[in-house]
């Protein structure tokens, strides 16, 4: 496609409930990201891939929260049990570049926008 | 500890009055800094990296500056379509791997 699309665009819930977010990079784009946007505050680093492989899945704020990648395209993202904590815009990234690089010209989705009840 | 911020959190410009945007940053190993702008509803729009103190970059009517402890976005002669959330963010090198830090943004209105 030509961008990064995310599904749902929105999403309520209610509180302990699991929910599932969708990503579909750029074609061809080995790096993908997700990030956690709060009202009025900068984007927060959730976890990283490099093809299928997340080396890095530090920003991940509890294990309530996973993520997988399948045949280096299409990412999901798992809540679950939300919290109303857990309300915020979740956003998708890709990137052509691969390793250190790939931190360069991300390209991001319009966002999720995930309300816990 | 690794930190991004950004200086002011907004400004208002008239049309044609020319402003810059800060990012202040304390990391160890800046590996990158990039600058994105948001629109409202929309995910960030990659505008610049930049790799070490001195380098410059311009686009239109943006041009971004890097030091050792800062990043400055100037904007000369803004128009109304340039008001948008700025973001900066720092790529850092950790013990063992890369991180990415964002500040909390600069909101830029120019009013025309």
């Known amino acids: 496609g030509a961008g990064v699309s995310q599904s749902p665009s929105n999403k309520v819930t209610e509180k302990g409930k699991d929910v599932e977010l969708r990503c579909d990079p750029i074609?061809?784009?080995?790096?993908l990201y997700w990030y956690r946007q709060s009202l009025g505050q900068g984007l927060e680093f959730l976890i990283y891939?490099?093809?299928?492989?997340?080396?890095?899945k530090s920003g991940l704020p509890s294990d309530r929260f996973s993520a997988e990648r399948t045949g280096g395209s299409v990412s999901t993202l798992t809540i679950q049990r939300t919290q109303q904590e857990d309300s915020a815009v979740y956003l998708c990234?890709?990137?052509?570049?691969?390793?250190?690089?790939?931190?360069?010209?991300?390209?991001f989705g319009p966002g999720t926008r995930l309300t816990v009840l | 500890e690794d930190q991004v911020t950004q200086s002011p959190e907004a400004l208002r410009l008239q049309e044609g009055e020319s402003s810059s945007l800060n990012c202040s940053y304390t990391?160890?190993?800046?590996?990158?800094l990039f600058w994105y702008r948001q629109d409202p509803g929309k995910g960030p729009e990659f505008l610049f990296t930049?790799?070490?103190a001195g380098e410059e970059k311009e686009k239109e009517r943006l041009k971004a500056t890097l030091t050792k402890k800062e990043s400055f976005l100037h904007i000369t002669a803004p128009k109304p379509e340039d008001s948008a959330t700025y973001l900066c963010?720092?790529?850092?090198?950790?013990?063992?791997?890369?991180?990415?830090?964002f500040g909390s943004g600069t909101r830029l209105s120019i009013r025309p």
């Open positions: 990234a890709s990137s052509r570049l691969a390793g250190e690089l790939s931190y360069n010209e991300q390209f």
């Open positions: 074609s061809g784009h080995t790096a």
């Open positions: 891939f490099q093809g299928n492989s997340a080396p890095d």
């Open positions: 990391v160890s190993g800046l590996r990158g």
């Open positions: 930049l790799y070490s």
């Open positions: 963010a720092v790529q850092a090198w950790t013990s063992s791997a890369s991180k990415i830090i």
